[in-house]
């Protein structure tokens, strides 16, 4: 679901490079978007509140709003904001060059811009290679990036992808057409071309979307619009006393109720969602259970050096028969395994340092919590893993393409003499009389 250029903007822009297919605004597919681009630690997921209680916890890096653009286009809303802002300099931005590149380009415009963040080689060394360059530029960077286009593509419906090719060509017979016919109508009939351009313009309205990230940088809040050509809009400071998502709340809400207000009397109601870039929720409950091994051989350490091997009967004897179970999940071995933070080796040694120095009097109640902690961190972790499970298998149906199966299910029908019944019943009817 992506923004489509009004025709004012497609004489002066041409598409560089194979194009852009349409995007769902689906949190797995942004996920596994990220992952395709490199970036590991970060998930996408969907906010359906924007209220502290519904938001906070998440702590989100950055949002990205998707919403069904009204009659006027954003170009056409920021008119006001002609001039760039000076304090927007050290914000990475990129203006959108290409039609249906909204996903992409929102999803970069945030994740660029966040701190502490594993983006991989490819996206880094692009990261490097333009930072300094201008918003315009950027932009073609990204258009003419096969990285980023393959990996956006390979998420789109097959159907979808033959029609951006579709679409582009169309564009581009459609272009070489009006220029004839504007060149034969100059010579004729001066200032009548305009005119019709803009009736044309009038019958060619189509329902679009288009994607709005939301991120702090710099202590200030910004609000990335690829369509805004003087760049990013400075939502408002980030201060001791509050967060960044206490800045963009409010510009959120207006937002919203805005769009609801110019689609009041609409057939169809407004449609938008909001996605939040949050950390990778597996990757930090992964590094709690491989915190929680650790935890628990460093107290059965010292339970052994005070009690021998009758240590198990001083804990819990309910806690100690599902003690081997609880440390293992359908992605996780009971032995040690992998981390994902680079802080992980410091806390363990802190964790360590504390169970040396903990009275022998708590060492059994520290053994059983530890046990049921990591119980609960295995319920969550299966239900990240379902979750990525069916996530992946919803991309793997939407991008699956299925029209060669259908068209070789209806030739065979046809072979078989099944399909004319279907197409044409009268004659069927007249045949059996």
């Known amino acids: 679901m992506d923004h489509s250029h009004n025709d004012d903007h497609e004489d002066a822009i041409d598409l560089a490079g194979s194009p852009f297919a349409v995007l769902e605004s689906d949190p797995g597919l942004f996920t596994e978007l990220l992952h395709k681009l490199g970036v590991q630690g970060l998930e996408v997921t969907e906010v359906y509140d924007i209220a502290p209680w519904a938001i906070g916890h998440l702590h989100p890096r950055g949002l990205i709003f998707c919403y069904q653009c009204p009659e006027e286009t954003p170009a056409e809303e920021d008119d006001f904001y002609d001039a760039p802002d000076p304090d927007a300099e050290a914000v990475w931005y990129a203006h959108q060059l290409t039609d249906d590149a909204c996903a992409s380009q929102a999803l970069l415009n945030v994740v660029l811009n966040c701190h502490d963040v594993e983006l991989g080689?490819?996206?880094?060394?692009?990261?490097?290679?333009?930072?300094?360059?201008?918003?315009?530029?950027?932009?073609?960077?990204?258009?003419?990036s096969t990285l980023i286009r393959d990996a956006h593509n390979s998420l789109a419906r097959p159907a979808d992808v033959r029609g951006s090719y579709h679409a582009a060509a169309a564009k581009a017979e459609k272009h070489a057409k009006q220029k004839a016919s504007q060149a034969a109508t100059n010579k004729r009939k001066p200032g009548k071309s305009a005119?019709?351009?803009?009736?044309?313009?009038?019958?060619?309205?189509?329902?679009?979307?288009?994607?709005?990230?939301?991120?702090?940088?710099?202590?200030?809040?910004?609000?990335?619009?690829g369509l805004r050509f003087s760049g990013p809009l400075d939502v408002g400071d980030v201060t001791v006393e509050t967060t960044w998502m206490d800045v963009v709340r409010p510009v959120l809400k207006t937002r919203m109720q805005n769009y609801l207000s110019k689609t009041e009397n609409a057939t169809d109601s407004i449609r938008y969602n909001l996605l939040?870039?949050?950390?990778?929720?597996f990757c930090k409950l992964s590094d709690d259970m491989e915190m929680l091994k650790r935890e628990r051989a460093a107290i059965e350490r010292r339970l052994r050096e005070r009690h021998s091997e009758n240590w198990r009967s001083q804990v819990d004897q309910s806690v100690l028969q599902v003690a081997t179970d609880s440390f293992t999940t359908s992605v996780h071995p009971s032995t040690n395994g992998?981390?994902?933070?680079?802080?992980?080796?410091?806390?363990?040694?802190?964790?360590?340092?504390?169970?040396?120095?903990?009275?022998?009097?708590?060492?059994a109640s520290s053994w059983n919590t530890c046990v049921q902690s990591a119980m609960s961190v295995k319920i969550n972790i299966e239900e990240e893993v379902d979750k990525?499970?069916?996530?992946?298998?919803?991309?793997?149906?939407?991008?699956?393409?299925?029209?060669?199966?259908?068209?070789?299910?209806?030739?065979?029908?046809?072979?078989?003499?099944?399909?004319?019944?279907?197409?044409?019943?009268?004659?069927?009817?007249?045949?059996?009389?």
């Open 121 to 144: 080689p490819n996206l880094s060394t692009f990261l490097v290679d333009t930072r300094k360059m201008s918003p315009e530029m950027k932009g073609l960077s990204i258009t003419n």
């Open 338 to 363: 992998s981390t994902f933070s680079k802080e992980f080796a410091s806390q363990k040694m802190e964790k360590e340092l504390a169970i040396l120095d903990m009275a022998a009097r708590s060492l």
């Open 276 to 281: 939040a870039i949050v950390d990778d929720k």
């Open 195 to 225: 005119k019709r351009k803009k009736q044309q313009k009038t019958n060619d309205k189509q329902d679009s979307y288009h994607f709005i990230g939301y991120v702090p940088c710099g202590g200030k809040v910004w609000e990335l619009d």
């Open 388 to 433: 990525g499970k069916t996530a992946h298998t919803d991309n793997v149906n939407r991008t699956f393409d299925y029209e060669p199966f259908f068209r070789q299910f209806v030739t065979s029908m046809d072979e078989e003499g099944m399909l004319e019944p279907i197409v044409y019943p009268s004659k069927a009817k007249k045949a059996k009389r």
